[in-house]
Each structure stands twice: as C-alpha cells, then as structure tokens.
C-alpha cells in the first residue's frame, strides 16, 4: 500500500523569505500524480499544486514549486517570496494511476509566517 | 470558491443519531469523493462515486452510507452516531474519474456528536 510522510509538523519563516516543506511517499507503482493542498484557518482544503510522476520537469505556479525527485520518492514544495496568507496547514497527497482514484494524505505540516 | 458546495456547515448531534450530508459537485463534474478529517487519523478517503455508481470504498464504517443522486449530488449517511465521528467530512469532485484529474473540496461540513 502506498503511503505518505511528512516529517515537519511545523514549520516557520519570515515574510518574503523562503521556505520548503517535505514530503516522502512510498509506492511500488511507476505512474501517478503527487498534489500539495493547502488548508488555512477556514478549513478549507485548496489545491496549491499537482506534479504528474510521468514528467520530469517540476511544476510550478507562481511563487509555489516542487522539487520531485522520483527515484527518491520525495516531493518537497517550495514556497517563495512569503506572505502572511501562507500561513496554513499543508498536506502532501498521492494519487494512484491505476486502480483507485482516492488520494492518501501525509499528516501535514503546519506553516506560521511571521513579519 | 471551488464550485464543490456542501451543507450543512455545521451539525451537532448526540449519540445514537443519524445525519445526512450533502454534496453538489463542481458542475459537469461526474466523480463524487467523501474524506473525513479527524485528529486522530487525519484524512481518510470514505467513499468514491461515479456518474451514480459506487467506485471505490476506503474506510467507510458500516454504520456509514452514501449515494449519487442522478443530477449527481451525493447524500453521505452516517447513523448511530458515536463520539467518534466527530469531524470534518469534506466531499470532492472531479471531471470524469480518470486519474489525471484533479479533485476539487468543498467546504466541509463540522460534524460535532455529543
């Protein structure tokens, strides 16, 4: 069964700085898709980035990128140019290309941005 | 707003109660997917439904049910409650159920059993 770990239950950073949160899954399968969510304080779960296995090249969107290291097996997002409105619970998930839809979530990483 | 509507917001309950929770999807979405977030065992995928048909089951108790209604709005039931059950239940869709689409969460409904 895959699985997913995420190893910082909390991390810190200052405003306009850099921060990079990890993530580690197992999976024996070749192809699938790896998301970061990002859930604030509404709770609301919000897609903050996905990353197919089948590509090489990191996706990015705007201040967020992954670095995706397949052989690895590690996902790590990269938030750049920080601002308060990161401040979130961020969640690392797997998703299968072949048998089941379902996405199998990481615990989490709480992130705090300061001034 | 990510087009996935859920209601109630919030429901509090006692033991032994049964609840309904309810799900529209994204529009033209057909795949309905329901997640419970607790602080014990984090998210947990329950229960997948496509175009009206059971797809994929994770952990869903027994106690526990859903369905997809033909204009595609999906009912999660949950029934003799028990404290445990207190929690986030998120529903979310996607286009056509293939694997290369990226699901989409509502707001969540707070589930809260006394």
């Known amino acids: 069964a895959q699985t997913v770990t995420q190893s910082q239950p909390e991390m810190s950073v200052q405003e306009a700085e850099t921060v990079t949160l990890s993530c580690t899954y197992d999976?024996?399968?070749?192809?699938?898709?790896l998301f970061w969510y990002k859930q604030p304080p509404s709770r609301q779960m919000i897609l903050v980035i996905r990353?197919?296995?089948?590509?090489?090249q990191n996706a990015t969107e705007n201040r967020f990128s992954v670095n995706f290291q397949k052989a690895a097996k590690s996902f790590s997002l990269k938030i750049s140019d920080s601002q308060l409105g990161d401040a979130a619970m961020y969640f690392c998930?797997?998703?299968?290309?072949?048998?089941?839809?379902?996405?199998?979530f990481g615990t989490g990483t709480r992130l705090q941005v300061f001034p | 707003d990510s087009g996935v509507t859920q209601t109630p917001k919030h429901l509090i309950t006692a033991t032994g109660q049964r609840v309904t929770l309810r799900c529209s999807p994204r529009?033209?979405?057909?795949?309905v997917y329901w997640y419970q977030q607790s602080l014990d065992q984090g998210l947990q995928f329950l229960i997948q439904?496509?175009?009206?048909?059971?797809?994929a089951k994770g952990n869903i108790l027994e106690r526990f049910s859903a369905q997809q209604f033909p204009d595609l709005h999906s009912e999660l039931n949950l029934s003799s409650l028990e404290l445990g059950d207190s929690a986030l239940y998120f529903c979310?869709?996607?286009?056509?159920?293939?694997?290369?689409?990226?699901?989409?969460f509502g707001p969540g409904t707070r589930l809260t059993v006394l």
């Open positions: 529009s033209g979405d057909l795949s």
């Open positions: 439904y496509y175009n009206g048909e059971e797809r």
């Open positions: 979310a869709s996607s286009g056509s159920g293939r694997s290369t689409d990226t699901q989409y």
């Open positions: 998930a797997y998703r299968s290309s072949y048998n089941t839809d379902k996405l199998i």
């Open positions: 999976t024996s399968e070749s192809d699938y898709y």
């Open positions: 990353q197919e296995a089948y590509k090489q």
